[in-house]
């Protein structure tokens, strides 16, 4: 199996950063595309940011020129770093990620897609 851990989240003040991490550990897998999404509390779940593992990369409207999702150095990493954080950023942060798993050959072609735990992020005075 596959797992998916994020770290990072925490209180910060409005107009100040926080840089959310996940890592994925467990079953030989590779990386298709890396995500992370946010839910705050009665809303639905929301897009934030993901990345493909050809660098190309999509943002919320909302979160464009203040949050930027990057690859870790270490394998099988990926971050969310937030800056000028607002209030309406206040959720619980989910990373997620498509990816591909070996198969009897040992041929990475079997896709599947899991979601961490979630952390929360609080933005406040």
């Known amino acids: 199996q596959v797992q998916l851990v994020e770290s990072g989240g925490g209180l910060a003040q409005p107009g100040g950063s926080l840089r959310l991490s996940c890592a994925a550990s467990?079953?030989?897998?590779?990386?298709?595309?890396m995500g992370w999404y946010r839910q705050a509390p009665g809303k639905q779940r929301e897009l934030v940011a993901n990345l493909t593992s050809g660098g190309s990369t999509n943002y919320a409207d909302s979160v464009k020129g203040r949050f930027t999702i990057s690859r870790g150095n270490a394998k099988n990493t990926w971050y969310l770093q937030m800056n000028s954080l607002k209030p309406e950023d206040t959720a619980v942060y989910y990373c997620?990620?498509?990816?591909?798993?070996?198969?009897?050959?040992?041929?990475?072609?079997?896709?599947?897609?899991?979601w961490g735990q979630g952390t929360q992020v609080t933005v406040s005075s």
């Open positions: 467990g079953s030989i897998f590779r990386l298709n595309v």
């Open positions: 997620n990620a498509d990816l591909l798993r070996a198969d009897y050959w040992g041929l990475y072609n079997l896709k599947y897609n899991y």
